[in-house]
T-cell receptor, first 115, second 111 residues
Framework: AQSVTQLDSQVPVFEEAPVELRCNYS??????LFWYVQYPNQGLQLLLKYLSGSTLVKGINGFEAEFNKSQTSFHLRKPSVHISDTAEYFCAVSDQWAAGNKLTFGGGTRVLVKP | EPEVTQTPSHQVTQMGQEVILRCVPISNHLYFYWYRQILGQKVEFLVSFYNNEISEKSEIFDDQFSVERPDGSNFTLKIRSTKLEDSAMYFC?????????FGSGTQLSVL
């Protein structure tokens, strides 16, 4: 069975400061990893995904994440945040990425960017 | 970017009543999903649907739940007899080649 742990439920950060959101997963087989963002009153939007290849994945809005198999982690980073990055961020894993397979989500990390 | 549309955005119902949550997936997508998020908890998979049948369902998706694609554009989730613990945000999603698109959700409140 898969599981995802997001270690921080809330992360306050000042504008233009860097941010790192931690995600650890457990999966017994191949793993495919995702970060989603949810802005207030909106749906989940894909930020980035790791399916294979380079362990450093770049996504939208200046975010990137690094897949670390030995540490079973997929932490999300942004070097300089904006007020508009205030949102909830979800890490998710799937053990297959054929169509129809489900995602298992972490509990989310709420990022509050302060001026 | 294409969007998955969900209606209504909020639904309030009495315990024991039937509710239907509606979704319009992206038009050329073939795989459809429902997820839910109870307040303060994780987003949980409910069901996936392909070729007019359920591909996979979670243990949450019991006999009180059903899904349907009645007319080739809508994708619905029905809860036959709602319970208080069904109160949650319900997300519909549809899948393209590699990317899963989510709707903005329906907040269901069971009183």
């Amino acid at each position: 069975a898969q599981s995802v742990t997001q270690l921080d439920s809330q992360v306050p950060v000042f504008e233009e400061a860097p941010v790192e959101l931690r995600c650890n997963y457990s999966s017994s087989v191949s793993v495919y990893l995702f970060w989603y963002v949810q802005y207030p009153n909106q749906g989940l939007q894909l930020l980035l995904k790791y399916l294979s290849g380079s362990t450093l994945v770049k996504g939208i809005n200046g975010f990137e994440a690094e897949f670390n198999k030995s540490q079973t982690s997929f932490h999300l980073r942004k070097p300089s945040v904006h007020i508009s990055d205030t949102a909830e961020y979800f890490c998710a894993v799937s053990d297959q990425w054929a169509a129809g397979n489900k995602l298992t989500f972490g509990g989310g990390t709420r990022v509050l960017v302060k001026p | 970017e294409p969007e998955v549309t969900q209606t209504p955005s909020h639904q309030v119902t009495q315990m024991g009543q039937e509710v239907i949550l509606r979704c319009v997936p992206i038009s050329n997508h073939l795989y459809f999903y429902w997820y839910r998020q109870i307040l303060g908890q994780k987003v949980e998979f409910l069901v996936s649907f392909y070729n007019n049948e359920i591909s996979e369902k979670s243990e949450i998706f019991d006999d009180q739940f059903s899904v349907e694609r009645p007319d080739g554009s809508n994708f619905t989730l029905k809860i036959r007899s709602t319970k208080l613990e069904d109160s949650a945000m319900y997300f519909c999603a549809s899948r393209g080649y590699e990317k899963l698109f989510f709707g903005s959700g329906t907040q269901l409140s069971v009183l």
